[in-house]
């Protein structure tokens, strides 16, 4: 599955700490954890499997034990709009 | 353009608001039709100035009195949320009363004016509803406040009140009054600030009032007079000249004492830094009491211990793929909370 970042939204770093807001919305969601690092690496399309393994080379554990939350990570983005499936 | 040397010429071109082709259309009607663009008004003459309270329009005031030895009628724009504040009034007060003892009677009192345009978010409250997202977000805080301040009425009422107050004089005074001073100096940004939209605006004051010989200008952004000074020119003259500046008011927060981190008071630090001259700005927070030059200076020597949340502070971030491990970071799923904003 190829995601991309969905261009309605709208997003901003203050201090290191990524915050999304949906067009139209009364509230924004703010990243923690290793969403950050997620985020940073939607900056053009790519895969949910690509997504596991730059963020577990920058936290330095094995993919496979992250690929779980990452994916259903990436399933919450999409369902709040923030993300889109490309392919 | 009329008969600018090509220095001015080629310092006027590398600002982005200005249009030379404009400009150059511009004076060359006014030359043909109207005789003139721009004279400077001889000593003892009487001008208006727009007085914002802030340091540019405090020192060009001095400068006018001082340099020039005109008779400024300066008129300051008490407006919305600014009204309320008190702070650049406070700030013209004090230095009120420094041009009058400096200057005796060549001084003339400032004339306040209300413009009661509140701004934008005071009587709405619900402004998230038609703001635009990318407005919200450029503006939003951590936790979810927004700090954007609309402050209607500045500038675009602001020429015309100082069109209408020279009437008032005339009235009142029997001034004839055809040169109005604004505070904008050849380091500003903003499109309304610019030259091509001084003698714009000075073609639409001949055009209203019918009377060929009005201008609008600045002091400090007026080539006919080989003029194009910065922030940081300003405050070296006032330095030169005894006038203390720390009373001034940049900041566009509106507290006791200015904030030492929003835009308006980085310039003005900066400028200060630039001049070479000893900034006594009494600043509120800074963080950790430090001013944000002195904090990105040090920002920008950590970064080269790579930290990461330094870099992103001052603003070059690595890509995320090429990034090395961080042993220190533990891993911890992703997640997000939610953030109601507040206005």
């Known amino acids: 599955m190829i995601v991309a970042k969905n261009k309605q939204i709208f997003d901003k770093n203050i201090n290191g700490q990524w915050y ?12 923690s954890g290793s969403a950050s690092t997620m985020w940073e690496a939607l900056h053009k399309p790519i895969s949910v499997n690509r997504l596991t393994k730059i963020v577990a080379k920058r936290y330095g554990v094995p993919a496979e034990s992250i690929f779980d939350d990452i994916t259903s990570f990436a399933q919450r983005l999409i369902r709040e709009g923030y993300l889109v499936i490309v392919k | 353009m009329i008969s600018y040397s090509p220095s001015i010429v080629s310092r006027i071109r590398t600002k982005k608001h200005e249009r030379l082709q404009i ?15 721009f004279r400077m008004p001889r000593a003892g003459e009487p001008v208006v100035l727009l007085l914002s309270g802030g340091l540019d329009s405090i020192v060009l005031w001095g400068m006018l009195l001082k340099k020039y030895k ?6 300051f724009l008490m407006r919305g949320k600014r009204y309320e504040n008190k702070q650049e009034e406070g700030a013209i007060d004090y230095y009120a009363g420094l041009y009058k003892g400096l200057f005796g009677s060549a001084y003339r009192p400032p004339h306040k004016l209300v413009f009661n345009v509140p701004d934008l978010f005071d009587p709405h409250k619900n402004m998230i509803t038609y703001l635009h997202s990318g407005v919200i977000m450029r503006h939003v ?3 979810g406040t927004l700090s954007l301040n609309f402050n209607f009425g500045h500038f675009s009422s602001f020429l015309f009140t100082g069109f209408l107050y020279t009437r008032f004089l ?6 004839n009054i055809r040169t109005i ?31 060929n010989d009005w201008q609008y200008t600045s002091l400090a952004y007026e080539p006919s007079i080989n003029s194009l000074l910065t922030k940081s020119d300003l405050i070296a003259w006032a330095n030169n000249n005894g006038i203390e500046l720390d009373r001034s008011w940049s900041c566009g927060h509106q507290k006791r004492k200015q904030c030492g981190i929003c835009l308006a008071c980085h310039l003005r630090q900066r400028a200060f830094k630039e001049a070479g001259v000893l900034d006594n700005t009494r600043y509120g927070l800074g963080l950790w009491g430090l001013s944000v030059v002195k904090l990105t200076e040090l920002l920008r020597r950590a970064r080269h211990f790579g930290r990461l ?24 799923p992703p997640s997000m909370t939610k953030i109601q904003l507040k206005v």
């Open chain 1, 20 to 31: 999304l807001l949906k067009k139209g919305a009364r509230h924004m969601h703010e990243l």
């Open chain 2, 23 to 37: 400009i150059s259309t511009l004076e060359n009607l006014m030359q043909k039709h109207h005789g003139k663009v």
């Open chain 2, 70 to 75: 005109l008779h400024v009628y300066p008129v």
């Open chain 2, 141 to 143: 805080q951590q936790d």
């Open chain 2, 170 to 175: 005339n009235a009142r005074e029997n001034l």
């Open chain 2, 181 to 211: 001073f604004s505070g904008a100096t050849f380091s500003d940004g903003a499109p309304y600030r610019s030259l091509t939209a001084a003698r714009s605006i000075t073609l639409s004051f001949r055009a209203l009032s019918g009377e």
């Open chain 2, 309 to 332: 949340a330094f870099d992103q502070l001052v603003g070059e971030q690595r890509s995320v793929k090429n990034r090395p491990p961080d042993s220190k970071a533990n891993y911890s």
